[in-house]
């Protein structure tokens, strides 16, 4: 089992390969089902903010809510894409005011 593995962007998947990070590279046809063969490898998978285009709202909340392992959003190196906002998502479904 590898400790973290890394889905996303050419760009941002060199500077986690130099860290020695395990990477793949996604694009609209296997975004999902990279990400779902690393949560089956890895003990936390990173993967990249522009890779969330090609996945939808409810398979991005699925694979977040997965506790083992942690999937974690990291920002692509280039900042086309946004990391999502957590917190009101949360608060938001849990009902909160903000």
């Known amino acids: 089992m590898s400790v973290a593995e890394f889905v996303g962007d050419e760009v941002s998947a060199a500077g986690y390969r ?3 990070i395990e990477v793949h590279i996604a694009d609209s046809v296997n975004a999902l089902s990279l990400i779902k063969e690393s949560c089956e490898r890895a003990s936390l998978v990173l993967v990249g903010s522009s890779t969330l285009q090609h996945i939808g709202t409810t398979e991005l909340d699925e694979l977040l809510a997965t506790i083992q392992p942690p999937v974690l959003i990291v920002p692509d190196v280039r900042g086309l894409q946004d990391v999502p906002d957590i917190a009101s998502r949360i608060n938001k479904q849990l009902g ?3």
């Open 18 to 20: 130099l860290c020695g």
């Open 96 to 98: 909160l005011l903000e």
